[in-house]
């Protein structure tokens, strides 16, 4: 990630007027000031503590002085009274998509939107005892309205996050009577030519429960794999029946290592399209 500084700054001149009156409306300004103050805290609070136990107190600042939820509508009404623009031509039609005339805003429900989120918990659906209820109305009490989730591909079991106990992982594929597996995924392997609906029913609960709390929800297919956890994988060939997987963790995700693995790939990001 490129600092700031090096960033191309965004020409507001050719920008619709929605920005330009954004650009100038107290509002923003003031929560411009907000992140300034917010990452000025970051970097004396890293200083002192690990950045895991930093991250929650400022996101909590944040959420208290920057409400994510009003945004959108900030900026129409400021844009209405400082322009006199009823945005008739300002139109999304899909659930969250770039903005129609300037790709560097997103816009959700007809209006711009930005996501902001606490988001440590990635396994919420792979983690069957996980309560993502009860984490999506605590996103929403802080006026968050993001989150990420791996759905299946990429498991693993730390003390870190929302990690699933042993042999309490729930993944896109039923677990058989063969023994053999990793110890952590309960020592029975996976057939990848089944479907568990279990798993497909509780990712789709999971994601109409954000669609309800105007929670944008980022499905994250596949991760660049780590050596200390590609031996828990489902797609690991000591994990699941067929054998796919013979290759090592820095080949997972090329085309010519393991074309069996290619293969069932392409079924699981197929299946969770065609289930969403």
């Not at 920008?15 to 000031?33: D, E, G, N, V, W």
């Not at 959108?72 to 969250?96: K, Q, V, Y």
């Not at 780590?226 to 013979?246: F, K, L, R, T, Y």
């Not at 085309?255 to 790939?265: G, H, I, K, M, T």
Request: with cysteine.
């Amino acid at each position: 990630m490129r600092h700031p500084q090096n960033q191309a700054r965004v020409d507001f001149s050719a920008t619709p007027a929605i920005f330009r009156a954004a650009r100038r409306s107290p509002k923003i300004r003031a929560a411009r000031l907000t992140f300034l103050i917010a990452n000025t805290l970051l970097r004396c609070i890293i200083g002192s503590m690990d950045i895991y136990k930093a991250i929650p107190p400022i996101l909590s600042i944040i959420g208290a002085l920057f409400p994510v939820w009003d945004a959108g509508a900030a900026l129409e009404n400021d844009t209405r009274d400082r322009e006199g623009a009823e945005m008739s031509d300002f139109a999304c039609e899909g659930p969250i998509e770039t903005h129609p005339d300037n790709p560097h805003y997103l816009c959700y429900k007809g209006a711009p939107v930005l996501l902001i989120s606490s988001d440590q918990r990635f396994r919420a659906v792979v983690n069957r005892d996980f309560d993502y209820l009860a984490f999506f109305d605590k996103l929403v009490s802080k006026r968050m309205n993001f989150t990420r989730i791996y759905p299946g591909s990429y498991v693993w079991f730390d003390e870190i996050g929302n990690s699933p106990a042993p042999g309490r992982q729930l993944v896109p594929w039923q677990q058989t009577s063969a023994t053999g597996a990793h110890e952590l995924l309960g020592g029975f392997r996976y057939d990848l030519d089944r479907w568990d609906e279990t798993y497909f029913a509780r990712l789709k609960d999971f994601c109409e429960q954000a669609q309800a709390r105007d929670i944008i929800v980022m499905i994250t297919l596949f991760n660049g794999m780590h050596s200390e956890h590609w031996e828990m994988q489902p797609m690991n060939a000591m994990n699941n029946i067929q054998g796919v997987g013979d290759c090592p963790y820095g080949f997972v995700q090329s085309l010519d290592a393991d074309p069996r693995l290619v293969e069932y790939q392409e079924k699981y990001i197929a299946e969770l399209v065609r289930r969403l």
